[in-house]
Protein backbone atom coordinates (compact mmCIF):
# COMPACT_ATOMS: atom_id res chain seq x y z
CA UNK A 1 0.00 0.00 0.00
CA UNK A 2 2.65 2.47 -0.80
CA UNK A 3 0.91 4.55 -3.35
CA UNK A 4 -1.13 5.63 -0.21
CA UNK A 5 -0.25 9.34 0.25
CA UNK A 6 -0.78 11.00 -2.85
CA UNK A 7 -1.33 14.38 -2.27
CA UNK A 8 0.02 15.00 1.07
CA UNK A 9 3.03 15.34 3.14
CA UNK A 10 4.50 11.68 4.35
CA UNK A 11 6.30 11.19 7.65
CA UNK A 12 8.02 8.07 8.19
CA UNK A 13 8.11 6.35 11.77
CA UNK A 14 10.65 3.55 12.96
CA UNK A 15 11.23 1.72 16.09
CA UNK A 16 14.12 4.27 17.15
CA UNK A 17 10.81 6.94 16.92
CA UNK A 18 8.51 4.99 19.36
CA UNK A 19 11.23 3.82 21.73
CA UNK A 20 9.87 5.94 24.58
CA UNK A 21 6.47 4.94 24.74
CA UNK A 22 7.35 1.18 23.84
CA UNK A 23 6.87 -1.41 26.55
CA UNK A 24 10.09 -3.55 25.36
CA UNK A 25 12.87 -0.80 25.22
CA UNK A 26 14.92 -3.37 24.05
CA UNK A 27 14.34 -4.27 20.16
CA UNK A 28 17.21 -4.23 18.16
CA UNK A 29 15.69 -4.25 14.44
CA UNK A 30 15.04 -0.16 13.40
CA UNK A 31 12.33 -1.55 11.06
CA UNK A 32 9.49 0.93 9.75
CA UNK A 33 5.76 1.26 12.30
CA UNK A 34 4.25 3.04 10.38
CA UNK A 35 3.99 6.13 7.67
CA UNK A 36 1.92 9.09 8.38
CA UNK A 37 -0.04 11.24 5.32
CA UNK A 38 -0.94 14.72 6.41
CA UNK A 39 -3.60 16.44 4.49
CA UNK A 40 -4.05 14.51 1.96
CA UNK A 41 -7.42 15.86 1.54
CA UNK A 42 -8.97 19.70 2.69
CA UNK A 43 -12.58 20.60 3.23
CA UNK A 44 -12.83 24.42 4.32
CA UNK A 45 -11.32 24.23 7.98
CA UNK A 46 -10.99 20.67 7.89
CA UNK A 47 -7.95 18.50 6.50
CA UNK A 48 -8.08 14.56 6.12
CA UNK A 49 -4.61 13.13 7.06
CA UNK A 50 -4.30 9.20 6.40
CA UNK A 51 -1.96 6.98 9.00
CA UNK A 52 -0.77 3.32 7.75
CA UNK A 53 -0.02 0.96 10.09
CA UNK A 54 2.40 -2.38 9.44
CA UNK A 55 1.12 -5.33 11.10
CA UNK A 56 4.85 -6.08 12.80
CA UNK A 57 4.98 -6.61 16.60
CA UNK A 58 7.11 -4.41 18.68
CA UNK A 59 8.25 -7.01 21.10
CA UNK A 60 5.41 -8.45 22.45
CA UNK A 61 3.32 -5.54 21.68
CA UNK A 62 0.86 -4.66 19.46
CA UNK A 63 2.17 -2.09 16.25
CA UNK A 64 1.10 1.28 17.27
CA UNK A 65 1.78 5.19 16.83
CA UNK A 66 3.65 7.45 19.25
CA UNK A 67 0.08 9.00 21.21
CA UNK A 68 -0.91 12.25 21.34
CA UNK A 69 -3.16 14.68 23.05
CA UNK A 70 -4.35 18.00 21.28
CA UNK A 71 -2.93 21.06 22.82
CA UNK A 72 -6.51 22.53 23.13
CA UNK A 73 -8.66 19.54 23.33
CA UNK A 74 -10.16 19.33 20.44
CA UNK A 75 -12.04 16.89 19.05
CA UNK A 76 -11.23 14.31 16.40
CA UNK A 77 -12.83 12.05 14.12
CA UNK A 78 -11.03 8.28 12.58
CA UNK A 79 -12.88 5.73 10.02
CA UNK A 80 -11.02 2.38 9.33
CA UNK A 81 -9.98 2.25 5.95
CA UNK A 82 -8.69 -1.20 5.70
CA UNK A 83 -7.80 -3.81 8.70
CA UNK A 84 -8.43 -3.93 12.31
CA UNK A 85 -8.04 -0.99 14.85
CA UNK A 86 -7.97 -0.47 18.16
CA UNK A 87 -8.08 3.37 19.39
CA UNK A 88 -7.02 3.47 23.34
CA UNK A 89 -8.53 6.76 24.13
CA UNK A 90 -7.84 8.40 27.97
CA UNK A 91 -8.51 11.69 30.05
CA UNK A 92 -6.90 13.38 32.75
CA UNK A 93 -7.77 16.56 34.83
CA UNK A 94 -5.36 18.02 36.96
CA UNK A 95 -2.32 15.45 36.96
CA UNK A 96 -1.34 13.43 34.10
CA UNK A 97 -0.51 10.70 35.64
CA UNK A 98 -4.30 10.30 36.63
CA UNK A 99 -6.03 9.24 34.26
CA UNK A 100 -9.65 9.50 34.94
CA UNK A 101 -11.27 7.72 32.14
CA UNK A 102 -10.07 5.33 29.64
CA UNK A 103 -11.24 3.18 26.86
CA UNK A 104 -10.37 0.73 24.26
CA UNK A 105 -12.30 1.38 20.87
CA UNK A 106 -12.38 -1.81 19.06
CA UNK A 107 -13.37 -0.58 15.33
CA UNK A 108 -13.29 -2.63 11.56
CA UNK A 109 -13.70 -1.27 7.93
CA UNK A 110 -15.99 1.12 7.64
CA UNK A 111 -16.66 2.02 11.33
CA UNK A 112 -16.17 5.50 12.61
CA UNK A 113 -14.53 6.33 16.32
CA UNK A 114 -14.69 9.96 17.49
CA UNK A 115 -11.79 10.90 20.18
CA UNK A 116 -13.70 13.20 22.49
CA UNK A 117 -12.24 16.26 23.47
CA UNK A 118 -9.90 16.37 26.11
CA UNK A 119 -9.19 13.18 25.57
CA UNK A 120 -5.61 11.46 24.23
CA UNK A 121 -5.49 8.45 21.90
CA UNK A 122 -3.11 6.31 20.26
CA UNK A 123 -3.76 3.92 17.12
CA UNK A 124 -2.68 0.61 17.16
CA UNK A 125 -2.96 -2.46 14.52
CA UNK A 126 -4.95 -5.24 15.98
CA UNK A 127 -4.96 -7.69 13.00
CA UNK A 128 -2.13 -9.40 10.59
CA UNK A 129 -2.40 -7.15 7.77
CA UNK A 130 -1.61 -3.25 7.43
CA UNK A 131 -4.04 -1.42 8.98
CA UNK A 132 -4.99 1.75 7.16
CA UNK A 133 -6.94 4.94 9.04
CA UNK A 134 -7.89 8.19 7.61
CA UNK A 135 -8.59 11.29 10.46
CA UNK A 136 -10.61 14.60 10.05
CA UNK A 137 -9.09 17.48 12.17
CA UNK A 138 -8.90 20.95 12.03
CA UNK A 139 -5.93 22.56 9.94
CA UNK A 140 -4.63 24.19 13.21
CA UNK A 141 -5.15 21.61 15.67
CA UNK A 142 -1.78 21.22 17.51
CA UNK A 143 -0.45 17.56 18.63
CA UNK A 144 1.23 17.41 22.49
CA UNK A 145 3.52 14.60 22.12
CA UNK A 146 5.31 15.49 25.38
CA UNK A 147 2.91 13.87 27.78
CA UNK A 148 2.92 10.28 26.42
CA UNK A 149 6.69 10.54 25.84
CA UNK A 150 7.53 11.77 29.92
CA UNK A 151 4.69 8.62 30.65
CA UNK A 152 6.16 6.00 28.49
CA UNK A 153 3.02 5.91 26.72
CA UNK A 154 -0.25 5.47 27.34
CA UNK A 155 -2.05 3.91 30.62
CA UNK A 156 -2.34 0.71 29.09
CA UNK A 157 0.31 -1.46 26.83
CA UNK A 158 -1.73 -3.69 24.53
CA UNK A 159 0.17 -7.26 24.53
CA UNK A 160 -0.02 -10.34 22.39
CA UNK A 161 -0.66 -12.96 25.02
CA UNK A 162 -0.93 -16.66 24.91
CA UNK A 163 -3.16 -18.00 21.90
CA UNK A 164 -2.73 -14.30 20.54
CA UNK A 165 -5.11 -12.95 22.78
CA UNK A 166 -5.17 -9.27 23.40
CA UNK A 167 -3.66 -8.65 26.73
CA UNK A 168 -3.57 -5.00 27.96
CA UNK A 169 -1.11 -4.60 30.21
CA UNK A 170 -1.10 -0.87 32.65
CA UNK A 171 2.19 1.15 32.45
CA UNK A 172 3.89 1.38 35.42
CA UNK A 173 5.14 5.01 35.37
CA UNK A 174 0.99 6.21 35.75
CA UNK A 175 -0.06 7.00 39.54
CA UNK A 176 -3.45 5.81 39.04
CA UNK A 177 -5.36 3.81 36.05
CA UNK A 178 -8.77 2.91 36.33
CA UNK A 179 -10.15 -0.13 34.76
CA UNK A 180 -10.20 -0.69 31.00
CA UNK A 181 -13.18 -0.41 29.10
CA UNK A 182 -14.15 -1.95 25.78
CA UNK A 183 -15.90 -0.57 23.60
CA UNK A 184 -17.43 -0.82 20.01
CA UNK A 185 -18.35 2.42 18.04
CA UNK A 186 -22.32 3.30 16.99
CA UNK A 187 -23.38 4.72 13.76
CA UNK A 188 -22.30 8.34 13.61
CA UNK A 189 -25.09 10.91 14.72
CA UNK A 190 -26.92 12.25 11.79
CA UNK A 191 -26.13 15.72 13.50
CA UNK A 192 -22.14 14.98 13.05
CA UNK A 193 -22.37 13.91 9.60
CA UNK A 194 -21.14 17.62 8.47
CA UNK A 195 -18.52 17.04 10.85
CA UNK A 196 -18.75 20.95 12.19
CA UNK A 197 -18.58 19.17 15.90
CA UNK A 198 -14.94 19.60 14.70
CA UNK A 199 -14.65 23.37 14.45
CA UNK A 200 -17.56 24.40 17.05
CA UNK A 201 -17.57 20.85 19.64
CA UNK A 202 -19.69 23.24 22.03
CA UNK A 203 -22.52 23.15 19.87
CA UNK A 204 -22.84 19.60 20.38
CA UNK A 205 -21.89 18.40 23.42
CA UNK A 206 -24.99 16.64 23.57
CA UNK A 207 -23.68 14.37 21.19
CA UNK A 208 -20.20 14.07 22.07
CA UNK A 209 -20.00 11.74 25.38
CA UNK A 210 -19.01 8.08 25.47
CA UNK A 211 -22.33 6.93 25.64
CA UNK A 212 -23.62 7.93 22.66
CA UNK A 213 -21.19 7.05 20.57
CA UNK A 214 -20.15 4.06 21.52
CA UNK A 215 -21.56 0.49 22.86
CA UNK A 216 -19.92 -1.15 25.67
CA UNK A 217 -18.64 -4.73 24.89
Known amino acids: MTTFCKKGRMEIKKVSDLRPVLFDQNIA ?3 VVYEVCRGEEKKGDLRRDLTLIHPRLLGWELAKTFGHYHRNNEAEMYEVVSG ?3 FLI ?4 GNPLIIKEIYLVEAGR ?3 AVILPGFGMTTINAGDEDLLVGNWIKNDVQNDYELFQKAG ?3 YYCLRGKDNQLTPVKNGHYQQIP ?3 RLKPKNLPREL ?3 EFLINPTNYQKFLTSE ?3 NKI
Open 179 to 181: ELV
Open 84 to 86: QAL
Open 29 to 31: DNF
Open 90 to 93: QRYE
Open 193 to 195: ENL
Open 110 to 112: GEK
Open 212 to 214: NLY
Open 153 to 155: GAA
